[in-house]
């Protein structure tokens, strides 16, 4: 059995996780208190490798209702999501990969779902489509629908003998007993398990991936490629972490490990320091809830300092600030317009004219003349790139390439899109 991936299943009803176990045990739905989003979030960030979440939906309104919170859910997290639950039609694996799922699942138990597989196939590539069968299927049909294009085989029972594609096996047994249980049957294809005890995200997914390790199943856990005792220390034996947001770079703080601390930091996660005027352990966040899950874990070139790019929980700074650094010294007069912000800071400025109309404002009188003005508009600067581009000065179509995607923004203010949604959506093509 290759590297095993722990992949929790996430159940969308009613706009919120529908807790399982409780919802059979009561014979009524139940509800998980985290809303989606957040815990998929606390789900990426503790661990999880990638998350499958079946939308329960009825009907139209409440699948297309699924399909917003799944693209809000792709958005919010770093991981794969496997999405399925209601594929009756290849429109509807169009939209899951769309919302930005990584696999559409088409449930086999609807015949009308035998004949999408080859077309979804097709159409997004293979490696785009799952299936999914209750109960025990014949290796001879799980091939047929592996030649059809599907990729990934979810099941509910651990296989007795290899498939013809790799198996998401997906029960309530605790995860090292399904694990071993998969070991036992010499299932080499197993792509991952998902165990209904991982929603319980007051405990996070390394715990269960630690305990996995014990038992001696490869799992994807932090493993630093120096030892510790390759590090230059200081006089304490410690090495100062700075500490960074793994997406924008701001600079949250300073602190200082031990080979306690980072070897805690590895097993967890979670960044754990040592504090020197408490001298003991300290896990950030433990006590606040801020937690600093890890991102990656760098080497300076005298390897006597890391640089720790993190996921912050809340605010890094005891004082409550999101940043320790805050306190300016000294500062020269210096143009600090970032070129690679300059579209978010229009945006803003964009935003705040549409919310904070101002007499005389270009901006307002296209807000004012809705959305047919804003159209043609960018429809009128769109056309004068083309025209630009014929000129032989490259300077004609700087010119007019700034006055589009100045209009492309209006338009996204009026129809409340943001530059994180499409450079999100330009990542996943």
Known sequence: MSTLKLIPAV??????????AKAEAAAENAYYDLDPVSLCVNLSHTGADELLIFELSDNDKTHDANINMIQDIADAVDIPLIVGGNVK??????????AGASRAVLNMSLASNEAIIKEAADRFGKE??????????????????????ASLMITESVPEQELAMPALVMNNEEPV?????????????????????????TTPMMNYKQKLKAADIEV????????????????????????????????????????EAFNHTLETGRMTYYSRSRDELWEKGLTSGHFQY????????????????????????????????????????????NPMKVFEEVYRVILDRKNNPKEGSYTNYLFDKGIDKILKKVGEEATEIVIAAKNPDPKEIVYEISDFLYHVMVLMAEKDVDWKEITKELIRR
Not at 12 to 17: D, F, Q, R
Not at 89 to 98: A, Q, T
Not at 245 to 255: P, Q, R, W
């Open 11 to 20: 159940y969308l009803l009613n706009g919120k996780v529908l807790d399982k």
């Open 89 to 98: 039609r290849l429109e509807d694996v169009k939209k899951y990969l769309y």
């Open 128 to 149: 785009k489509i799952a299936i999914y069968k209750p109960g025990v299927v014949t290796n001879e049909t799980i091939e047929g629908w592996a030649t059809a294009g």
């Open 177 to 201: 007993a399904l694990a071993k249980a998969c070991t036992v049957q010499k299932i080499t294809e197993v792509y991952g398990i998902s165990s209904d005890v991982f929603l319980d995200y």
């Open 220 to 259: 994807h856990t932090l493993k630093s490629s120096v030892a510790f005792s390759e590090l230059k220390l200081n006089s304490d034996g410690m090495v100062p972490v700075v500490v960074q947001d793994y997406k924008t770079n701001e600079v949250l703080m300073l602190a200082y490990m031990n080979e």
């Open 294 to 337: 890890v991102k990656s874990l760098t080497l300076d070139c005298d390897s006597d300092t890391i640089l720790a790019k993190v996921y912050q929980v809340g605010a890094a700074c005891h004082t409550g600030k999101r940043s320790c650094f805050f306190h300016e010294i000294v500062k020269t007069e210096y143009d600090d317009s």
